[in-house]
């Protein structure tokens, strides 16, 4: 199974913009627009942040954008608040269901 | 609203079996393709299997292939995952997921909690 990276760590201060990468290969995000990112606060399940790169679910704030660029997605969070901090993962279809390794976001 | 609610976790001991239940509401369950993600503690997802609409097809990680079996029941609205020969390395939350396609897992469980332990 393909590996999607994540970069372990982000940090950022409140107000602030910050961006998360999520590399994947030709294989998955290269060749397809379905890369989803997901929201997880310890202790709580995770919840659908973006879907098919972009577009944001019922209820997500639109401080929450996605954009994809060969094999690499991006997560931006603009406007940070405290609320924010918690762990992110991508995912992409592809040969078969992986997740990222996941990113850890401080708000500082 | 889409529920998902999931129940069975508990402590096993290692070569032990245990079957995980999910209970689904609000949505019509028989549309969906349903997964089991699951979560070790202190790390990240993972992705465990996942059945097809009408139950035809399953598939499954590699490290569980052969020891753990995805079924559903359309009519009782619930999701199964069997799972046998446990390892310590099983120890998770698993996760009730709906795919709404394309690995769009959209609604989850709160988690049930198995620990593979002596």
């Known amino acids: 199974q393909s590996a999607l990276t994540q970069p372990a760590s982000v940090s950022g201060s409140p107000g602030q913009s910050i961006a998360i990468s999520c590399t994947g290969s030709s294989s998955d995000i290269g060749t397809y627009k379905y890369v989803s990112w997901y929201q997880q606060h310890p202790g709580k399940a995770p919840r659908l942040l973006l879907y098919?790169?972009?577009n944001r679910p019922s209820g997500i704030s639109s401080r929450f954008s996605g954009s994809k660029s060969g094999n690499t997605a991006s997560l931006t969070i603009s406007g940070l608040q405290a609320e924010d901090e918690a762990d992110y993962y991508c995912?992409?279809?592809?040969?078969?269901?992986?997740f990222g390794g996941g990113t850890k976001l401080t708000v500082l | 609203e889409v529920q998902l609610v999931e129940s069975g976790g508990g402590l096993v001991q290692p070569g032990g079996s245990v079957r995980l239940s999910c209970a689904a509401s609000g949505f019509t369950f028989s549309s969906f393709y349903m997964t089991w993600i699951r979560q070790a503690p202190g790390k990240g997802l993972e992705w465990v299997a996942h059945?097809?609409?009408?139950?035809?097809?399953?598939h499954y990680i590699d490290s569980v292939r052969g020891r753990f079996t995805i079924s559903r029941d359309n009519a009782m609205k619930s999701l199964y995952l069997q799972m046998n020969s446990l390892r310590a390395e099983d120890t998770a939350v698993y996760y009730c997921v709906r795919d709404s396609g394309w690995y769009r897992f959209e609604y989850w469980g709160h988690g049930t909690l198995v620990t593979a332990s002596s």
């Open positions: 098919e790169v972009s």
């Open positions: 059945i097809k609409e009408d139950g035809s097809a399953q």
């Open positions: 995912t992409s279809f592809g040969s078969s269901p992986v």
